[in-house]
């Protein structure tokens, strides 16, 4: 499930790139890492507040 959403946030940022005239490597890495960071932070709170 995780490694879909990776992948997904992956494509998203390309096709935001393709769109946008943007080259489209670094607007998916960036989109790709910062939606991991968020996954991370949020599994981490869910966590902490045992949800």
């Known amino acids: ?24 490597l670094r607007p998916a890495l960036r989109v790709t890492f910062w939606g991991i960071v968020a996954m991370i932070v949020t599994g981490g709170i869910g966590r902490l507040f045992g949800v």
Request: net charge neutral.
């Open 1 to 24: 499930m995780s490694l879909t959403s990776v992948v997904l946030l992956a494509v998203l940022g390309v096709v935001g790139a393709i769109a946008g005239g943007a080259a489209p």
